[in-house]
């Protein structure tokens, strides 16, 4: 499956970005990751096959949200409340939560610079 990742770019603190990634075929699950300078990939959001929910890391709950439009194969992540600690690299892949990285596949990333 091929990603398409984008939305991404610079914002004030407090501000607002919806990031797409839009799949070249039907992708029941997508993931996202960031990446910020010098710091490993962190999970930001994904889905929980447990429960079937959406996992978000603490430091976006309340803040980020998902959603799909599976006519599109696109699925977005809403990032509200923005903050200088949320600039990062921001990456969609395929699969739910529990499923290992070497498998994924794995959008090109997007820019994201939020700005005090």
């Known amino acids: 499956v091929q990603l398409q990742a984008s939305g991404g770019g610079l914002v004030l603190t407090g501000g607002s970005l919806r990031l797409s990634c839009s799949a070249s075929?039907?992708?029941?699950?997508i993931s996202w990751y960031r990446q910020a300078p010098g710091k490993e990939r962190e999970g930001v959001s994904c889905?929980?096959?447990?429960?079937?929910?959406?996992w978000y890391a603490d430091s976006v709950k309340g803040r980020f949200a998902e959603s799909r439009d599976n006519n599109k194969n696109t699925v977005y992540l809403q990032m509200n409340s923005l903050k200088p600690e949320d600039t990062a690299a921001y990456y969609c892949?395929?699969?739910?939560?529990?499923?290992?990285?070497?498998?994924?596949?794995w959008g090109q990333g997007t820019l994201v610079t939020v700005s005090s």
């Open positions: 889905y929980n096959a447990a429960d079937g929910s959406t």
């Open positions: 075929t039907f992708t029941p699950y």
């Open positions: 892949a395929t699969g739910p939560c529990a499923y290992s990285d070497s498998l994924r596949d």
